[in-house]
């Protein structure tokens, strides 16, 4: 496979261009990101069972050789080869019954067979298992026709895990891949990092929640149910999901009381410079530190990063997919980050276009995309909307993950190379 560098990064134009301002590259904004929010503090121990979706704080180590014995890989007859002498078939007594779950099996003599199960384990004595199928049985007896080789149908103690053995570093997201290693290595304890404590706050007197009556000029609130469903797992504890109104001292209280019971602070709206825009003044008047305001991406340009106390805070812009865009980017990392994973941001892939785009260049854009099937030279074609509003989302449902368009492209043929990153966690 021939490697491709990365198409959007440092270099890629994201830092100059139309309306860019003081706005980093998307690359650089997650190196900050990556800088300045540390792991939580703070594990418990779980059973295997009770840890999926939590992130590992101590290695797991194989506690003992897996499997722990020679056992058989399927039902048939346990024989010893080297006693097989001449030409077959070969005619052998059955003298023993062996399953799994039993004490050690009686050694197996000379010119003799064991009947055997999957998983149970191999007499002494025997070097292969001829699975049922390639027997034939006559009463006590069986015939062979074909000469095993040793070490036939037989899983060797150790050949999965050997005792001591390094499984699982600390860091790995335990998925169920992850628990079914530790499980073979004899973890019955995982010690996991602590869940995640999130506050999430939608701005603007506009937004009204799911039921609520709603004069001429308010909106349903899309971000809250939104990111909550984004927030909903295993590692993370929603501790408040609240609404903050277009009062800049009332807001000021509110982000300080989420900001004291949190460990992240997502806030939605109010990022701009305009009069109603009371986010980024409440976070100043409590001494926040602001590590980036401003990405050059399109949609999502206000979204900003800092640290506010002991908690971590995250502004995403208020319109739907802005939000959504910048939540899928940088809210996972972040939370990825925070929870002490090793590898914070997901990877990405290369794709082709099914059609051309002619956009305006000036700032990285990521659009929402549908794997439409491959070229054919096997490679993935995506499909998407001629254009990028901030404010719909309507196309979501369809898409299975962003693309993302280099700043300096103000055209791209069908065919072209993008990157993606799919929504789905791999």
Sequence with gaps: MTAIDRLIGPGCGCDAGEGAGAAISLDAALERIAAHAAPVAGTEALSPAAAAGRVLARPVSARAAAPPFDNAAMDGYAVATRALSGEGPWWLSVTDRVTAGQGAPAPLPGAMAARIFTGAPIPPGADAVVMQEHVHREGDAI?????????????????????????LDAGRRLAPREIAAAAAAGADRLHVRRRLRVALMVTGDEVRPAGAARAAAAIPDVNAPMLAAALAGPAVELVAVAHGGDDRAALTRRIADLAARADLVVTTGGLSVGEADHVAPALAALGAEVCFAGVAIKPGKPVAFGRLGAATWLGLPGNPLAAFVT?????????????????????????????????????????????????????????FEAATQSGRVAGLPGADGLMFLPAEADHLPAGALVEFEPFAET
């Design 143 to 167: 015939r062979i026709d074909a000469r095993p080789a040793p070490g036939l149908n037989l899983r060797r103690a150790g050949e999965d895990m050997a005792a001591g053995q390094l499984v």
């Design 327 to 383: 939540w899928h980017i940088f809210g996972r990392a972040l939370l990825r980050r925070l929870a002490g994973q090793t590898h914070p941001v997901p990877a990405r892939r290369h794709v082709v276009t099914a059609t051309a785009i002619h956009r305006t260049p000036g700032r990285c854009e990521i659009r929402p995309a549908a794997i439409a099937g491959c070229d054919a030279e096997g490679r993935e074609i995506v499909r």
